[in-house]
């Protein structure tokens, strides 16, 4: 592996992924479905090129969360492991949820996105860019 290479995978280990090309834009997102579909009060995403992504064991499946977009988890165990927008043409991206790297403390959050659903309980103490709803040229 690289230093530009990262794995991860699920909980139970029955499906892992390789990304080979540096993740970009990773940060906080507060919206309610990625609320509901993590059961947390926010999500942690990076962008990743599609073509630069492989699953190395097992695969995931598909769960077609909105009109525009799908998530990927573990059939097992039920970890979120990528959200994938669909229709995007031929620079497709997956975010991957930065939590299933095997080193997540390696990748840290830079923004917040759709802060308009942050949960009044729920604040983090930082000086990062917030945005009501998504931030031009991420996810």
């Known amino acids: 592996m690289t230093t530009t290479e990262r794995e991860g995978g699920c909980l139970c280990g029955a499906v892992r992924y390789r990304l080979t090309a540096p993740p970009v834009s990773a ?6 479905m990625c609320q509901l579909s993590a059961g947390a009060p926010v999500m942690v995403w990076t962008d990743a090129p599609e073509g630069a992504f492989a699953w190395t064991k097992g695969r995931p499946r598909a769960y077609r ?14 970890t979120q492991l990528a959200f994938r927008p669909l229709g995007e043409g031929p620079d497709e ?18 923004h917040h996105i759709w802060t308009s659903s942050r949960l009044p309980w729920f604040e983090t103490v930082d000086q990062l860019p917030r945005y009501e709803k998504e931030r031009k040229g991420s996810g």
């Open 93 to 110: 991206r997956l975010e991957l949820n930065v939590v299933t790297l095997d080193d997540p403390s390696a990748l840290a959050p830079g």
């Open 65 to 78: 969360s909105s009109a525009s977009a799908e998530r990927l988890f573990c059939p097992d165990c039920g």
């Open 27 to 32: 940060g906080y997102c507060h919206c309610r």
